[in-house]
Nanobody
Framework: QVQLVESGGGLVQPGGSLRLSCAAS????????MGWFRRTPGPQREWVAH???????LYRDSVKGRFTISRDNAKNTVYLQMNSLQPEDTAVYYC?????????WGQGTQVTVSS
């Protein structure tokens, strides 16, 4: 079982930055692909970025060059550095751990980009 706790959300002006953190329980963190998803006002939760156990990263096109995902296996933590934030980035951001055909989710953290 993996438990995930996100932090770091908040209100920021357009062009600003935030860093999200996701702390994971359990000793299998280093084996999991860790990702960030977001739910905008709408029914769908969309993938944002992920980092595999070997450190390979992938991003959705709309955040490339602005967001950076990273992981610290010693701290069982994954981060999402978000720069040049825009109003369309407003969403609830969720941390995801994918391991052995199972998906685990955090409770989500709200990010609001508004002037």
């Amino acid at each position: 079982q993996v438990q995930l706790v996100e932090s770091g959300g908040g209100l920021v002006q357009p062009g600003g930055s935030l860093r999200l953190s996701c702390a994971a329980s359990g000793s299998i963190f280093s084996l999991a692909t860790m990702g960030w998803f977001r739910r905008t006002p709408g029914p769908q939760r969309e993938w944002v970025a992920h980092v595999t156990s070997d450190g390979t990263t992938l991003y959705r096109d709309s955040v490339k060059g602005r967001f950076t995902i990273s992981r610290d296996n010693a701290k069982n933590t994954v981060y999402l550095q978000m720069n040049s934030l825009q109003p369309e980035d407003t969403a609830v951001y969720y941390c995801n751990a994918h391991l052995r055909m199972e998906d685990y989710w955090g409770q989500g953290t709200q990010v609001t980009v508004s002037s």
